[in-house]
């Protein structure tokens, strides 16, 4: 029996009003003002829905679109992330130099599972005025709610891969927009094609500290560690190095390296103690550092 599955979602970050303006035709495009008094929210609503669900390697078709709202607070601005003034201000303004070199690309952030791929995401999102998306979200979002682990265990990691393919494929079609990536997109090469549309950056983290990180956090939403027996910290050490020996050169392929171990000697902390808000900042260094390369390149 076809059963068919038809969820919507919606992800949003912040972008100054200013900087929105809106076509005869109700779509948006963006000016160059920046007027930090007025902010709205862009939600972007995402439809997706499996093209055949009487085939369990069904993908998903995904569509999006575009509203503004206004809120109250923003992620930096609420919180809820332990950021100084300071941090907040130097965010922006390095946010304010890649702006004119990103000229609109998307960001694709891969990484480990448990890098910090999606609260990083979430600042960025917002210091670049862009919408912020998480590809294991619209995945899960896609077949009724059932969470990643769910989904590998009762329709396998093919099924799994190619709607998270399938979904890349679609944002890659988008502009200025965020995306964080599942663990593994990177092994795919058709997944690469579709991110090297954009600017793409590798979070490295050091393994010892992911797997305390997600030994703390708990591994069932993991569904390449839960299932492994044995004392929790190391089993998550070893398939997380097992990961990373078949994954290390696909990361390698990123546009850009963010190394949580080179902050921490540049910050003189320990790479655990490393906040969202330095990581996010390095990204956009690292991403300005790529594009200006890339740009010397193209000149010369």
């Known amino acids: 029996m076809e059963a068919r599955v038809s969820q919507s979602l919606q992800l949003s970050s912040w972008i100054n009003s200013d900087k929105v303006v809106r076509k005869s035709s109700g779509s948006l495009c963006f000016s160059e003002k920046w007027n930090e008094k007025r902010r709205n929210r862009i939600v972007v609503s995402c439809h997706l829905q499996p093209r055949k669900a009487a085939r369990s390697d069904k993908r998903v078709e995904l569509k999006v679109s ?41 960001v694709y952030l891969v990484g480990m599972m448990g890098s910090g791929k999606t609260t990083v995401g979430r600042i960025l999102a917002e210091t670049l005025g862009y919408s912020f998306f998480d590809c294991d979200r619209l995945i ?36 200025r927009l965020v995306v964080s990536t ?31 990180r997600i030994t703390a956090e708990g591994t069932k939403s993991r569904p390449l560690l839960h ?23 696909n990361y390698a392929n990123a546009s ?29 260094i690292q991403i300005e550092n790529f594009l200006k390369h890339q740009e010397s390149v193209v000149v010369l």
Not at 77 to 97: F, P, Q, V
Not at 187 to 207: A, C, F, Q, T
Request: include cysteine; proline fraction near 2%.
């Open 256 to 284: 850009a390296r963010v190394s949580l171990e080179n902050i921490a000697v540049k910050r003189e902390k320990d790479v655990c103690h490393i906040t969202p808000t330095e990581i996010a900042l390095e990204v956009l």
């Open 66 to 106: 575009c509203s503004s709202h206004n809120v109250q607070a923003s992620v930096l601005e609420s919180g809820c992330l332990s950021a100084s003034i300071d941090e907040i201000e130097t965010l922006k303004n390095k946010a304010e130099e890649v702006e004119e070199y990103l000229d609109g690309r998307c």
């Open 182 to 212: 599942g663990g593994g997109a990177v092994v795919r090469p058709i997944n690469w094609r579709h991110m090297h549309k954009g600017i793409s950056v590798w979070l490295d983290v050091p393994l010892e500290a992911l797997a305390k």
């Open 140 to 175: 899960e979002q896609a077949v009724g709610g059932t969470t990643v682990a769910e989904i590998f265990k009762l329709r396998g990691e093919n099924f799994f891969r190619n709607n998270e393919t399938e979904v890349l494929h679609k944002l890659s079609l988008m502009h």
């Open 227 to 249: 299932e492994e027996s044995g004392d929790i910290y190391d089993k998550t050490l070893k398939r997380l190095t097992t990961l990373m020996e078949t994954r290390g050169d």
